[in-house]
């Protein structure tokens, strides 16, 4: 597609349930990144993936969360037990290798446990 | 110390005004720097990347300081359009992101 796809929009989850989310970089972007922002709050650093590789986990809050990248292509974030503070929005990027030209974002999935 | 941080703000500006704010960064080997808008409730977009010797695009500048470390943007002649929250990136592999500059331009 022409820009990085992510799903679902917009997730209410009950406390305790596991969730998935999906991202669909800009096809050719070797690099994707996930990061989460809290209402009113920064984007925080979640992963990293160069290809099907992760760097850099060291953004994970927790062992109830986890990433996977297949195929240099798709990726999902898999947060497991689900809790109140876990709600926000999870934002990925992609890009060429080396970033160069920017990132580019897609519209992310809005999270909400209750 | 924040790896990148950021005068929050807000700048409430009248159309026509030049705003300018900084954001200074932690690591003095950084490399490559971007200015990011992001509207409410929106994705962060790319305004425009930071060049060594500085760079314009169209009524945004851009600069960059090494020596202080610090990055700056620049808006003349703001539209009410311009209204949003400008985030400083910096890019060591690990985007490091500001928490953000609010900008209000009013009628």
């Known amino acids: 597609g022409a820009g990085v796809s992510q799903s679902p929009s917009n997730k209410v989850t009950e406390k305790g349930k596991d969730v998935e989310l999906r991202c669909d970089p800009i096809?050719?972007?070797?690099?994707l990144y996930w990061y989460r922002q809290s209402l009113g709050q920064g984007l925080e650093f979640l992963i990293y993936?160069?290809?099907?590789?992760?760097?850099?986990k060291s953004g994970l809050p927790s062992d109830r969360f986890s990433a996977e990248r297949t195929g240099g292509s798709v990726s999902t974030l898999t947060i497991q037990r689900t809790q109140q503070e876990d709600s926000a929005v999870y934002l990925c990027?992609?890009?060429?290798?080396?970033?160069?030209?920017?990132?580019?974002f897609g519209s992310g999935t809005r999270l909400t446990v209750v | 110390r924040k790896e990148v941080e950021q005068d929050p703000g807000p700048f409430n500006v009248p159309e026509g005004a030049t705003v300018a704010f900084n954001c200074t960064y932690s690591?003095?080997?950084?490399?490559?720097f971007f200015w990011y808008r992001q509207d409410c409730r929106k994705e962060p977009k790319l305004l425009m990347s930071?060049?060594?010797s500085g760079n314009e695009d169209g009524r945004f500048t851009a600069q960059l300081n090494r020596a202080s470390q610090y990055i700056s943007l620049l808006i003349r002649d703001s539209k009410l359009s311009d209204s949003a929250t400008y985030l400083c990136?910096?890019?060591?592999?690990?985007?490091?992101f500001g928490a953000g500059t609010t900008v209000t331009v009013r009628a």
């Open positions: 993936f160069q290809g099907n590789s992760a760097p850099d």
């Open positions: 096809s050719g972007h070797t690099a």
């Open positions: 990027a992609s890009s060429f290798i080396g970033g160069h030209y920017g990132y580019t």
């Open positions: 930071v060049y060594s």
């Open positions: 690591n003095s080997a950084s490399q490559s």
């Open positions: 990136v910096v890019d060591d592999y690990k985007l490091s």
